[in-house]
């Protein structure tokens, strides 16, 4: 088996770099750079099941909510507990764990919904895959929106040491893309591929179809989860935050980049989130060229969502097309 | 009957009727499009936002009912004509989960379009507020609205059900539905089937952005998207395939959110969409092909 060690190295580099020139800037545009590195995670979250499998999931940001549910509940100190969350229950009430414990539990919790999820609805293809992962999305938001003893309920996260910095935000980027190189090199990820391929051909060959794919959902859970934990030491998240908008800006960037490869997972994700900070600085008016450009505010949907139309109208698989990186430029010349 | 559970009386079966008899249009606003073009239009939601909205500005304009009827049903029609050109006929090669995706960044797009037009408080529409007054029949109140509803879409079911069965455009519509290459084969005129299918869809849309704003005036940006949500959910559960399986799984979705909100006790009903989903996947297990589909049609693995 050949390795193919530069689609790991390529992504990899590709996030180092983001991660050194957010260095070079000035503490407000760090933001976006940081920003940007927890789009990655996200969105190679998302790929590790999506595109390995084929499968459609809107439920994703469940796990990244429950991530940052986990992580953000243990990590306010004891002493503000009973102020801020009044009526957490007891564990969860005088408990406080460090930064990377806190982000362990993020991944772990992550791994044990999305497996105890996974292992009914991984029977499911197709439109009804679609609609049961979006109905765990529901319920998800429906439960950590009102019931305040696991969470804040319908406050906002407070009191949350904000340790996700660039350092982190690129450490978390890197995790991910490592562990779904390994995952999609590893035997479980060559096989979920057969049977996103040819389901039936697969399951001749002694493929468990469903056992593949809640390999594949446990895993990205595990790595949303960790998303999540990053997110809520960034920044004061509600369950608003982890619900519908991201859903869609997470596989808008997982499609433009193209969902088939890591490659394009992170190339979409680093893609939009320049544009996104770019058209987010346009909202509050940048002059460019001598010329100044100033954007109603929420232009950034619109853009991102007419860019997401246009990608899948004329290039479905992505602006990658859905391939990894590949040192062998002109072999594809040539073609 | 007392007790939590008391309220599983007349009154709330009336009303969940309504409300299923709503999700019930939208459901086949949905179904026919899946019917024609294997596509799931997950901005359905957002017709309905649009017609809403011109509802909203024909009451701010104090325009009379009828004018503000004719505005919202040429908005959505212009709207979805639009969408049917510029989204679905070059998506129609892809893959139903491609142009499920296409049409969740049109929803997207579209909402945030009306988040900077209208801003996200919202617009109140109001001239037909008056059909919000009950009737009483017995001890039932019953809302004129909830009546309309129950009216507007028996009517639309019945005239579908003629056109789909009676006429030519029908005929090639049930064609195209089961084989839409063999069909074209055979002389159905692919563009036009496809055109009407997506312009009766739009009407629908109208009627029910006409319905919901009577239920709940305030418009926003969001009008809609829940409601589509739901229905999505129901019309899968129902069955995709046939019109009159996704037709009775929008309703039933519709009926029974309407009962089960009517049985939560008041302590709990925040949690009444966690109970529906959680149906959802459980009926979905049982059946994922749909409850109300024929057997043996669905996907091998």
Redesign the interface.
Known sequence: MTAHLERLVAPAALVAGAALLGTTVARETQIYFITALLAVTLVVALYVFVGNS?V?SFGHMSFVAVGAWGAGVLSVPVDEKSLIFPSLYGFLGDTTVDNVVSLAVAAGVGLVYAVVVGL??M??????A???T???L??TH??L??WDRIGPGTNSFSSVPETTGLLQSAIGALIAIVVAFAYQSSRFGRQLRA?RED??AA?AAGIG?VRQRVWAFGLSGALAGLAGGLYVHFIPLSTEDVY??LT?IT??ML?IGGAGSLWGAVVGALAVSALDSFLAEAESGIGIAGATLDL???????V???L??LV??LR?SGITGGREFSLAWTGRMRR | MNGPIAALNAQTVIDAIGLGAVYALMAIGIGLVFGVLRLVNFAYGQLVMAGAFALALSSEWDWPAWAGIVLCLSVVLALTGAMNVLVFRPLRAQSPAVMLVATFAVAFLLQSVALIWFGSLGKPATSLASLNRPVTIGDVDIRKITIVAIVVAALFLVALVLLLERTTIGLHMRAAAIDFSTARLLGVRAERVIATAVLISGVLAAAVAILLTVQSPIVTPGFGLSQTIVVLAGVVVGGMNRLVSATLGGFSIGFVSGLLGGALPTGQSQYLPSVVFGLVIIVLLIRPDGVFARAGVGERV
């Open positions: 084929g459609l009914p609805l029977r499911l293809s197709g439109l009804a679609g609609i049961a979006f109905a765990v529901e319920i429906n439960i929106r009102y049977v389901p039936a399951r179809v519908l908008d869609f596989l808008a499609v109603p505010s929420g232009s950034r949907l619109i991102v969502g007419f997401m139309a899948l109208i479905p």
